[in-house]
């Protein structure tokens, strides 16, 4: 089971970027960061650039420490005021850091502000920076359609003014995007173009804001988790675990994160571990917000380690504080937590009123990101009680959500590329030709990414009429069947594709074997013959030895049109896999299974 997958719920993860993709953890407890153990005259002594790079890497960490730093430079600045470039770059720390704080409404209104001040002060390139803040400040708020086009606008204005640090953190905002929504080969793509940015941003003349590299490895774990790539997902992880900023609220994050994935590796010690550790790091209290968010994960990881009690107390701490201020969105999330707590409790109707509650809101909220979730938890319920039927019934209605999440993402890509907030101007400003050496690449680098962008949604655009339908409304059986290995792939539930040699059964017999086998077989089963003298069956919801076991159900019905040995293949689904590639294997299975009959006989 995908433990990650209901993330949503506790951390707005894009949104809250800096204080949960970019984190890490350490076998030890930080005490405190390097700000607390470097002695003040030393930390005084540091010129204006270092204390702002230093500001910035606390501000994730202790974010009420970072903020004390933040109004003492510019208390000492109120007769001594700094430079236009250098109040922006302290400007955008706070706008960061207002979002660690929890206070979004501050961080949009220092996001708008800044950029407005950049362009009046000529200093456009900064423009780049508040936009991406905004960004993420939208997302918390859970305004994900112009989080989304402040992102694309941020990537525009990077490439426009040659801004290599502004540029790399956007590409690592839109990969979380493209990760959430499935679209796991653009958010690979846009984690390459990342990586391959990185000594470039790290040598800009007059920096801004360098993400640490440790960032990199934690997003590529999300997507190699979002991928089904488990293993791979805890590698990442790990690689980021002795990076030094690992503290405080960074820490809690990280170790929550490893948590989740050790429990999807089955290693409920590991998960315990960390859930532990967790505890253990000192964070600011005072930003309930946070609290709020830590106690829904820690709901979420002890109801799994089966502690419900636990689970119960802390989720109950987290709707008290979200119910108290309207945030109606995490509330949603927090109730789903409690509904799945419900269920481990046998209180189904407690959890059904919960669960029909948050889903009819979200519809009206047009939550569809959320209502993907939710439909997974019935549909995750429906499994473990064997009742496949209402277990497929959420999964089209999980796949419809999904598809309208993606049609509000492809309409709010396509209103950007036609009426782009900022059209480029190249002539508001030059650069010396020996700055530049990275602009030759950051631009091609990003026309790639664009492109890549455009030709996506024009794709989309061509298929649109046909996403717009639910799998229940689908005709055309080989379309059922795409849709079918689209679910299995996005919900990460297993799929096996059974493949029957018929070669030795009369072809006036086929037709009259493969309704029978239809009658036998589930409704969200599809049975189809190949053109290669085999018959297909696709299996939602099986792994290979349940294909096996329907294959052993079914087994009368075929020795019935046939005198020879049962001749077959299995296949399962892999995030990789199309119809195709898929058949190809079960092909390959069957000259394996074939070629085990006849040693066995010889």
Not at 380 to 400: C, G, I, P, S
Request: a neutral charge; glycine letters at 2%; proline letters at 2%.
């Amino acid at each position: 089971m995908n433990l990650l997958r209901y993330g949503r719920y506790a951390y707005p993860v894009l949104a809250l970027f800096f204080g949960i993709i970019n984190i890490s953890l350490t076998s030890k407890v930080h005490a405190y960061t390097e700000r607390f153990t470097l002695p003040e005259e030393v930390y005084q002594a540091k010129t204006l650039a270092e204390k702002l790079s230093f500001i910035a890497w606390l501000s994730p960490q202790y974010a009420k420490s970072a903020q004390q730093l933040i109004e003492q430079l510019e208390s000492a600045h109120v007769n001594n005021p700094l430079s236009d470039s250098y109040r922006l770059q302290l400007s955008f720390i706070s706008c960061l850091n207002n979002i660690n704080l929890g206070d979004v409404d501050s961080a949009l209104s220092i996001a708008k502000q800044g950029a407005q001040q950049a362009v009046k002060l000529q200093l456009d390139h900064a423009k780049a920076y508040f936009v991406e803040c905004e960004a993420r400040a939208l997302q918390q708020k859970g305004q994900s359609l112009l989080s989304h086009f402040a992102n694309e606008e941020a990537i525009q204005l990077a490439q426009q003014y040659d801004q290599p640090q502004a540029l790399l953190l956007a590409l690592m905002t839109k990969a979380i995007r493209d990760s959430d929504l499935g679209h796991f080969t653009q958010a690979a793509e846009g984690m390459r173009l990342a990586t391959a940015l990185y000594p470039t941003a790290k040598a800009q003349p007059s920096s801004w804001f360098l993400a640490p590299k440790s960032y990199l490895n934690l997003i590529t774990s999300n997507l190699m988790y979002s991928s089904g790539n488990t293993a791979s997902a805890f590698e990442y992880a790990k690689k980021a675990e002795d990076d030094s900023q690992s503290n405080g609220t960074v820490g809690v994050m990280i170790a929550h994160f490893l948590a989740r994935i050790s429990l999807t590796l089955g290693d409920l010690e590991a998960a315990e571990q960390y859930l532990r550790k967790s505890q253990e790091i000192e964070i600011e209290t005072h930003n309930l917000l946070y609290v709020a968010h830590f106690n829904a994960q820690e709901a979420f990881i002890e109801m799994h380690l089966g502690h419900l009690d636990k689970a119960l107390q802390a989720i109950t701490k987290s709707i008290n504080h979200f119910s108290s201020i309207d945030e109606n969105t995490n509330l949603m999330r927090a109730n789903r937590t409690l509904a799945m707590i419900y269920f481990k409790q046998n209180k189904q109707d407690q959890a059904f009123a919960l669960m029909n509650s948050i889903i009819t809101k979200a519809n009206l909220e047009r939550q569809y990101h959320d209502l993907v979730d939710f439909h997974q938890v019935l549909s995750d319920f429906y499994v473990q009680n064997n009742n496949y039927e209402q277990a497929f019934r959420q999964q089209t209605l999980k796949f419809d959500a999904s598809q309208k999440a993606h049609e509000m993402m492809a309409d709010a890509q396509l209103a950007f590329f036609n009426a782009s907030r900022s059209a480029p101007n190249t002539n508001q400003h030059s650069v010396e030709k020996d700055t530049l050496s990275y602009k030759a690449q950051n631009i091609a680098l990003l026309s790639v990414g664009v492109l890549a962008l455009l030709a996506s949604y024009m794709v989309f655009i061509n298929r649109k009429p046909k996403l717009e339908s639910t799998i229940a409304d689908m005709t055309d059986p080989m379309m059922q069947i795409e849709a079918a290995l689209t679910q299995a792939k996005y919900s990460q539930y297993p799929l096996t594709l059974l493949l029957l040699n018929t070669r030795h059964i009369r072809t006036v017999d086929l037709g009259l074997m493969q309704t029978k086998i239809q009658k036998s077989l589930r409704e969200q089963d599809h049975i189809w013959r190949l053109d290669t003298g085999k018959m297909a069956i696709i299996l939602p919801f099986a792994t290979e030895n349940g294909a096996k076991k329907v294959l052993e159900q079914l087994s009368d019905i075929i020795k019935s049109y046939q005198n020879t040995p049962l001749n077959f293949g299995v296949a399962t689904l892999q995030q990789p896999d199309n119809l195709q590639s898929l058949v190809k294997r079960a092909e390959l299975n069957i000259l394996t299974h074939y070629q085990k009959q006849k040693n066995r006989s010889s």
